[in-house]
């Protein structure tokens, strides 16, 4: 069966400091792969977006980066952290074949100090 | 570029009473639209989802409709429980390419 791992889980930065989160799916191939950002009682953002390796789509301007060095590995990356990123972040993937239900990871409770 | 309304952003309904959750889509092109929920603290997790070429989708107490024309397309939940208390969001996609999200609605059903 299919699994979606994302950590950690929790992590608290300081303003200026680097970031890295990663996902790994396992289970599939060539999934579509996502990070979105939900701020506290908001919304889910999509972030970035990636059909293959190497892909990266970005769908707003922002202090983050993401790659995707292998098939099932998706980092979201900030070289800089502000005060405005923290939030909690998700990762999900989507199956090519079927286009349909989106899976999500267990999310990053982002807090920059 | 591609949107997803979603209204209300707050519901708050007695147990028992019917909750009805409304989204429009702006690509005309999306072709699935899931609906997720999630609980405090949590990840999202499909509850329902409709197709494109469905107008109606029945899942027990939950119920999906779907209009193409006004591509609207909405969450129906009747009988409440308490456990259906959660944050509720409305997605479009074509194909699963790029899913966007509605804001969201937090139910909160009052026993």
């Known amino acids: 069966s299919q699994t979606i791992h994302q950590w950690p889980a929790t992590l608290v930065q300081p303003v200026g400091s680097p970031l890295s989160l990663e996902c790994t799916v396992e289970?599939?191939?060539?999934?579509?792969l996502y990070w979105y950002r939900q701020a506290a009682g908001r919304g889910l953002q999509l972030l970035f977006y990636s059909v293959g390796i190497g892909q990266i789509s970005s769908e707003v301007p922002q202090n983050l980066s993401a790659s995707r060095p292998q098939d099932r590995q998706f980092i979201l990356s900030s070289k800089k952290l502000l005060l405005s990123d923290s939030g909690f972040y998700l990762c999900?993937?989507?199956?090519?074949?079927?286009?349909?239900?989106?899976?999500f990871g267990q999310g990053t409770r982002l807090t920059v100090v | 570029g591609e949107n997803v309304e979603q209204h209300p952003s707050t519901l708050s309904v007695q147990e028992g009473d019917s909750a009805v959750i409304k989204c429009t889509y702006s690509?005309?092109?999306?072709?699935?639209f899931p609906w997720y929920k999630q609980e405090l603290g949590k990840r999202p997790q499909l509850i329902i989802d409709?197709?494109?070429?469905?107008g109606e989708k029945k899942d027990q107490r939950i119920a999906v409709t779907l209009n193409k024309t006004a591509k609207h397309f909405s969450l129906h939940i009747t009988e409440t429980q308490p456990e259906d208390s959660a944050v509720y969001f409305c997605?479009?996609?074509?194909?699963?390419?790029?899913?966007?999200f509605g804001a969201g609605t937090r139910l909160f059903v009052k026993a």
């Open positions: 690509d005309s092109a999306s072709n699935y």
């Open positions: 409709i197709r494109s070429n469905v």
């Open positions: 289970g599939t191939s060539n999934p579509n």
């Open positions: 999900a993937w989507v199956s090519r074949e079927s286009g349909t239900e989106a899976f």
């Open positions: 997605a479009a996609s074509k194909g699963g390419f790029k899913t966007i």
